[in-house]
């Protein structure tokens, strides 16, 4: 018993010295996210890309993801500082992370969680390059809101082109509306400013194309769609809802990136 405390606070010891240093690499963890009504994502960083995809390391991740998912007595979204009373296969979760942190050398800190459910919306969700089925560096969430959620579920592949999307070209809003009123005056400032050969009685003219331009390549229903750029996400949503005659809208998206 005197050896396993000695062997305990040396590892709490080791553990503290690495909680100053940076963590730059690290992994999004999604658990029960193919059930696209009802998920969690957790982001944890780590020091090193190979730490990163050590099976260690990721097996925690996961372990994490699993409990946080199944804790009744947390908030849907927080940080570390929420989770001090979370629990991972009985094990307090400071225990299980200095026992990682010991094993793995390597400062390990969780940044944030969130946990996704709803009744009338379907997740579709997307992991690029994943380092397991459940890991990435990259992960994306697009909640489409439906009038059919049987009908939508079975639509989950179709569809998750738009997490995709999400994923790739890192959209600033949904569309217009979601989109910073301040970047959109900035951009105008930035417009007007390269105009100064333009006549007066054009410049409004530009100014208004120039910004719409910017509000088609910076929203996600604007966007031309990755997988067929002749259209955007906004006529692709369209055509898949009127094909299988149910309503689908795109009300938030989240894109995770370390």
């Not at 929420?82 to 009985?90: A, E, Q």
């Not at 930035?190 to 100064?196: A, E, G, H, S, T």
């Amino acid at each position: 018993d005197a050896a396993v405390k000695w062997l305990r606070e040396k590892g709490i010891l080791k553990a503290q010295k690495k909680q100053d240093r940076e963590t730059n690499e690290g992994v999004v963890s999604f658990y029960n996210n193919t059930s696209n009504t009802e998920f969690t994502v957790c982001k944890i960083k780590c020091e090193t890309d190979f730490v990163a995809k050590n099976n260690d390391f990721l097996t925690f991740a996961e372990s994490l993801s699993k409990a946080i998912h199944e804790s009744k007595n947390i908030n849907n979204t927080g940080t570390d500082k929420d989770l001090s009373d979370l629990k991972i296969n009985d094990k307090n979760l400071s225990v299980c992370l200095t026992d990682l942190i010991s094993k793995v050398g390597e400062n390990i800190q969780i940044v944030s969680y969130k946990k996704y459910y709803s009744e009338k919306s379907i997740f579709v969700c997307y992991l690029h390059n994943k380092y397991n089925s459940n890991c990435s560096k990259i992960g994306s969430v697009a909640e489409i809101l439906t009038d059919n959620i049987e009908l939508a579920l079975k639509l989950v592949e179709d569809l998750k082109v738009i997490a995709m999307q999400i994923s790739a070209m890192k959209p600033m809003g949904i569309d217009e509306k979601s989109i910073d009123t301040k970047i959109i005056e900035d951009e105008k400032d930035i417009i007007l400013k390269q105009m100064n050969n333009v006549p007066d009685d054009k410049k409004d003219q530009i100014i208004k194309g120039k910004l719409n331009k910017f509000i088609k390549e910076n929203t996600l229903l604007g966007q031309p769609l990755i997988t067929d750029p002749k259209k955007s996400v906004s006529t692709f949503l369209d055509e898949v809802s009127k094909n299988n005659n149910l309503n689908l809208n795109i009300t938030s998206m989240d894109l995770y990136t370390i």
